[in-house]
């Protein structure tokens, strides 16, 4: 049996692609704050801003709260939610995503995501851009999320 499941491990982080990153988020998963699958939307050359989706579970007690994020890559990180208004999806700036207790808040295309602005340089497939929350108790999450394609409405990711 214990041989089948680390089996099973290395089978999960070879497909992973980067044993590095299935690595990292593994031991991520070992704590209250687990980050699942994040990634960075890829954009066109001359854009200057994109946008990291994520899962994130709280394994505690407590309901913890993200009030902000930073990256090396832009200027800018914005905690932002989708709303409709007159028929519109628009962008709004929020003061805090909420990670119930025992729960999971999914970032996803259209609902909640973390807004890079003023890129510094422009993003590559595959680029694995580094993110750090911060939660309201003053603890940080860092998590690589690498750039990906994403389909466009109809056609979304998840
Ligand atoms: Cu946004």
Redesign the pocket.
């Known amino acids: 049996m214990k041989l089948t499941v680390s089996r099973l491990l290395i089978l999960l982080s070879l497909s992973f692609g980067g044993s590095l990153l299935g690595a990292i988020n593994f031991a991520a998963a070992a704590g209250d704050i687990a980050i699942i699958d994040p990634y960075v939307r890829a954009i066109p050359p001359g854009q200057t801003v994109s ?1 990291a989706f994520l899962q994130i579970e709280n394994n505690s007690e407590k309901a913890r709260f993200i009030i902000n994020a930073t990256s090396p890559v832009s200027r800018v990180v ?1 905690l ?1 939610s989708h709303v409709h208004e007159n028929g519109m999806m628009k ?1 709004r700036r929020v003061e805090a995503i909420e990670i119930p207790a025992m729960g999971k808040t999914v970032l996803k295309p259209g609902g909640l ?1 973390i ?1 890079l602005i003023d890129l510094h340089d422009s993003l590559k497939l595959d680029q694995k851009v580094s993110i750090t929350l911060e939660f309201k108790d003053g603890t940080q999450q860092n998590f690589e999320a690498p750039v990906r394609k994403i389909m466009m409405k109809g056609m979304m990711k998840k």
């Open positions: 946008a914005e932002h962008m995501h807004m």
